[in-house]
């Protein structure tokens, strides 16, 4: 079983900057790509970032491009979600996924997901 933690989320005012981690368990972490969403209140889950299993591919919502930067240690088991200049608009609980699956977009390629951690961004 995969098990992921997520940690750092917080309240920041706009502008500011968080890093959000995921914990993940299992000796197989380095073969999943790993993905973060979002989900505001009312509205559905989406995409916010992803990258493959070797760290090589990247893949950004327009949304946050260019404002986050996803990245992982595998060594660690952690996956990293670095949030720069941040909106009102970004406040949501944030979910990391992993995924056998190529890496992607779609909600429905994750196997595993973590129990979310709120970033609540004032101003």
């Known amino acids: 079983q995969v098990q992921l933690v997520e940690s750092g989320g917080g309240l920041v005012q706009a502008g500011g900057s968080l890093r959000l981690s995921c914990a993940a368990s299992g000796r197989t972490f380095s073969s999943y790509a790993m993905g973060w969403f979002r989900q505001a209140p009312g509205k559905e889950r989406e995409f916010v970032a992803a990258?493959?299993?070797?760290?090589?591919?990247?893949y950004y919502a327009s949304s946050v491009k260019g404002r986050f930067t996803i990245s992982r240690d595998n060594a660690k088991n952690t996956v990293y979600l670095q949030m720069n200049s941040l909106k009102p608009e970004d406040t949501a609980v944030y979910y990391c996924?992993?995924?056998?699956?190529?890496?992607?977009?779609?909600?429905?390629?994750?196997?595993?997901w973590g129990q979310g951690t709120q970033v609540t961004v004032s101003s």
């Open positions: 996924a992993a995924t056998a699956h190529s890496t992607g977009w779609d909600r429905s390629i994750y196997d595993y």
């Open positions: 990258i493959s299993w070797s760290g090589g591919s990247t």
